[in-house]
């Protein structure tokens, strides 16, 4: 059967309906959660200054992101590798041959964290270099690359760098499918989330203080973070069980 991304969506989901119960229990405070605290009890970064942007307003801009990476950063990546660690117990749920529980997932996930925090990182800097570019090449490469994670997932023995050829090789000639996956979800994220993002700016503002609010549009910004990421490592998982099952 050829690789389409509708067929990817529909075994995405399959695969969520079937374990949704466990995958919640793992996904909700180890991928939501965490996102939601910072976002509700760190400093936002600072704003980009307004166009007409001269060399004098970007070094100033600059220190300021300087200024706030040095008290808010380490938070952010400490729920950068949380959400990795939630993400990787999931995969680890699914695909793990011996159907691992939750808390088996949770073990194993945490014997060999470093690694799937490596691997994230070395994903992150090729997708976030093509986001740069332009949306629609970062999604693509995210999706070639979907299938590292559930690759380390399913072979203990795997490292880092073999896993991320083998993804990019195993994934040539389903790049548009994986791409076309992606990019739904991308965008059904971004219509959700961009009207939030606004409120979430407009309730930070001087005078416009209602904390409960701001709680709940957080909220919902993490929630949709969340759903984000993890529907990329189901259409990652996806992805390797109808490659695996070609190449058997």
Not at 43 to 50: N, R, S, V, Y
Not at 84 to 111: C, K, S
Not at 151 to 167: D, Y
Request: with cysteine; glycine share 8%.
């Amino acid at each position: 059967m050829t690789l389409t991304f509708s067929r990817l969506l529909a075994d995405a989901w399959s695969l969520f309906r079937r374990q949704a119960d466990l995958i919640l229990r793992i996904a909700l405070p180890l991928v939501v959660f965490p996102a939601f605290a910072v976002q509700l009890l760190c400093d936002p970064l600072p704003p980009l200054p307004p166009p007409p942007r001269d060399q004098p307003m970007l070094e100033a801009w600059i220190a300021q992101v300087g200024v706030w990476g040095q008290t808010n950063a380490i938070w952010y990546l400490l729920a950068d590798a949380v959400s990795v660690f939630g993400l990787a117990a999931i995969a680890i749920l699914l695909l793990d041959p011996d159907r691992p529980v939750v808390a088996g997932a949770l073990r194993t996930a945490g014997t060999r964290l470093v690694a799937f925090i490596l691997a994230s990182l070395l994903i992150a800097v090729p997708v976030g270099m093509s986001m740069w570019l332009f949306v629609l090449p970062g999604l693509w490469v995210q999706g070639r690359l979907s299938a590292v994670i559930p690759l380390l997932a399913r072979a203990p023995g795997q490292r880092v760098v073999p896993a991320i050829r083998t993804s990019w090789r195993a994934t040539r000639g389903a790049g548009f499918a994986l791409a076309g996956a992606v990019v739904s979800v991308f965008l059904l994220q971004w219509l959700a989330i961009v009207p939030l993002l606004s409120a979430d700016e407009w309730l930070r503002a001087p005078g416009n203080d209602n904390p409960l609010v701001l709680s709940v549009v957080d909220g919902g910004i993490a929630l949709l973070g969340g759903a984000y990421h993890l529907s990329v490592l189901m259409i990652g998982v996806a992805a390797y069980i109808r490659l695996a099952r070609k190449g058997s």
